[in-house]
């Protein structure tokens, strides 16, 4: 069983920065997919960001150039970093994790005031 723990949200400022971390148990960490989504108040979960067990990352158009992933595997841990933060990047982040089938966090909630 994989369990899955965000942390780093909070409230900042429009072009202010965040570094999310997810914190992952199991031995498998090495081997999955893992990736951040994010739901805005009355959206739908969307996807963020994601990177491949090789290092391969796929990010939304409206974070490219802004934010990034990353992930220890020694550290069981992945993590996101967010500059120029905007109001529309307000939302609940979660992360997920993917091998065999989909691993979810409950999520840390970041906030951006302009």
């Known amino acids: 069983q994989v369990q899955l723990v965000e942390s780093g949200g909070g409230l900042v400022q429009a072009g202010g920065s965040l570094r999310l971390s997810c914190a992952g148990s199991g031995s498998i960490f090495s081997i999955m997919v893992m990736g951040w989504y994010r739901q805005a108040p009355g959206k739908e979960r969307e996807l963020v960001a994601t990177?491949?067990?090789?290092?391969?990352?796929n990010y939304a158009d409206s974070v490219k150039g802004r934010f990034t992933i990353s992930r220890d595997n020694a550290k069981n841990t992945v993590y996101l970093q967010m500059n120029s933060l905007k109001p529309e990047d307000t939302g609940v982040y979660y992360c997920?994790?993917?091998?065999?089938?989909?691993?979810w966090g409950r999520g840390t909630q970041v906030t951006v005031s302009s």
């Open positions: 997920h994790a993917a091998y065999i089938r989909d691993y």
């Open positions: 990177m491949t067990t090789t290092g391969s990352t």
